[in-house]
């Protein structure tokens, strides 16, 4: 078998939360059953392509930027290999048996799937952070109903001010998560986004 076509894929579910790491034959088979989408790491919005749309990208990046992608051959032209999919019909995760989930960066960016909590865009992780709804300052704490995802923008404009004294407004009540982030290791640097484990993983302390 090709080298190619074991090369590891991450998987996400369809809110962008890493689930498990598959080959890139078994990707290429969810994608041509429209089970899955590429996922473009390389546009900072993580734009997502289906196997048409995909194929299409891959011959314009064949002309320009082909040293950068490995290549499986179809009976028609070739397509890059993915390095990240999207399930188009899971969203879930699996259960938690035994306490509750882990208050954590990871698991906040998942409940909130990298969307602004604030204007509602979505963005990578490197231009999103955590803001407090009620600020420190006025006694509010690390819990799953006072952290949500913020783009620095919309951070920047809060600051240490309450929702409504920023003239703001929250598009969905922040709430606790239910199932836990599944822990993956890197494989390849634009897994880093969704698995990087040190700074995902790192309990917040109330």
């Known amino acids: ?5 074991t090369a590891p894929v991450l998987t996400l579910n369809r ?3 890493p689930i498990r790491v598959i080959d890139v034959r078994r990707a ?6 429209g089970s899955a989408e590429v996922v473009d790491t390389e546009d900072p919005h993580l734009t997502t392509y289906d196997f048409g749309s995909w194929r299409e990208l891959s011959m314009l990046r064949s002309d320009y930027e082909a040293q950068k992608h490995a290549w499986v051959g179809l009976v028609r032209g070739r397509v890059a290999a993915p390095h990240v999919v999207r399930l188009t019909r899971f969203d879930r995760h699996r259960r938690v048996r035994n306490g509750g989930v ?3 960066r990871r698991n906040i960016y998942l409940r909130d799937a990298n969307t602004c909590q604030y204007c509602g865009k979505r963005f990578p992780t490197s231009e999103l952070s955590l803001d407090h709804v009620i600020p420190r300052s006025r006694g509010g704490l690390d819990t799953w109903e006072n952290l949500v995802c913020a783009c620095t923008t919309c951070n920047s404009r809060k ?6 004294r920023a003239g703001m407004k929250l598009i969905q009540k922040p709430r606790a998560l239910k199932t836990p982030a599944q822990l993956i290791r890197p494989q390849h640097a634009s897994w880093t986004q969704f698995v990087d484990e040190v700074y995902w993983n790192v309990e917040l302390k109330a």
Do not use: E, G, Q, Y
């Open 15 to 17: 809110i962008f939360a």
């Open 102 to 104: 882990p208050l954590n």
């Open 28 to 33: 290429l088979s969810l994608l041509v059953t």
């Open 159 to 164: 600051a240490d001010k309450t929702v409504a």
């Open 1 to 5: 078998m090709s080298a190619v076509l």
